[in-house]
């Protein structure tokens, strides 16, 4: 099992910047593919952005790329999403999930196997 805490949520303006962390605990002694989803209110989750687990790989949802930035620790088990230009559609629930398979990577939510509580970003106009 492993258990995954996101933080650094928060009120933002318009054009700002947060980043958001994510800890891992429990059986760490293995990589994981790492991703960040997000949620607004009455929409689907959606992936924001997935590294691969050396970090050599990553993707990023249309709607982000060049804005935000995914990263890991893979000595301290951190996963971070750096997140600039922030906009007011950036607004949801933003969560970190973990996959335990062999891919390299994957969008898709069904393929995660860990997911944290999630962290609210609100982004004021």
């Known amino acids: 099992q492993v258990q995954l805490v996101e933080s650094g949520g928060g009120l933002v303006q318009a054009g700002g910047s947060l980043r958001l962390s994510c800890a891992a605990s429990?059986?760490?002694?293995?990589?994981?593919?790492m991703g960040w989803f997000r949620q607004a209110p009455g929409k689907e989750r959606e992936i924001v952005a997935s590294?691969?687990?050396?970090?050599?790989?990553?993707y990023y949802a249309d709607f982000v790329k060049g804005r935000f930035t995914i990263s890991r620790d893979n000595a301290n088990d951190i996963v971070y999403l750096q997140m600039n230009s922030l906009k007011p559609e950036d607004t949801a629930v933003y969560y970190c999930?973990?996959?335990?398979?062999?891919?390299?990577?994957?969008?898709?939510?069904?393929?995660?196997?860990?997911w944290g509580q999630g962290t609210q970003v609100t982004v004021a106009s």
């Open positions: 590294i691969s687990r050396s970090g050599g790989n990553t």
């Open positions: 429990g059986r760490t002694d293995r990589t994981y593919i």
């Open positions: 999930a973990a996959d335990s398979t062999l891919r390299l990577l994957t969008v898709r939510p069904e393929d995660y196997d860990y």
